[in-house]
């Protein structure tokens, strides 16, 4: 099945979400679950899996795609350790080094989304 726009936009959307539930963490409104730092849990990690490998597999988008999402994971994890160590600042200091991970992502996915279509 091909990817549409619409397919994009909602990969777009899970990343948003991933980003939103972090800062919650971050300004104490949740508690950080271990999911949320999880490449197979995260609903982005997801997509890639179901729907974009089987199709768009080959393309090299892909792959860097799943890399930078899992540094951005990590980076998400390191953070919400430090908030939890009382490095509360710092923590939320961090919050630039997701976006720009994200950043990344969305320019990956610009890519991919023109490959599909074309």
Do not use: C
């Not at 549409?4 to 979400?17: C, I, P």
């Amino acid at each position: 099945m091909a990817l549409t726009s619409f397919d994009f936009q909602q990969a777009r959307v899970k990343q948003v979400l991933f980003k939103s539930r972090l800062r919650s963490v971050l300004y104490g409104v949740r508690e950080a679950e271990p999911e949320l730092f999880s490449l197979r849990e995260n609903p982005l990690g997801q997509w890639l899996q179901t729907s974009v490998k089987p199709t768009l597999g080959a393309q090299p988008e892909v792959y860097e795609i799943e890399r930078v999402l899992q540094q951005m994971l990590q980076t998400g994890h390191d953070l919400a350790r430090r908030y939890q160590s009382g490095f509360i600042e710092e923590a939320r200091n961090g919050l630039d080094q997701v976006n720009a991970y994200a950043d990344q992502i969305e320019l990956l996915l610009t890519g991919l989304e023109r490959s599909a279509a074309a």
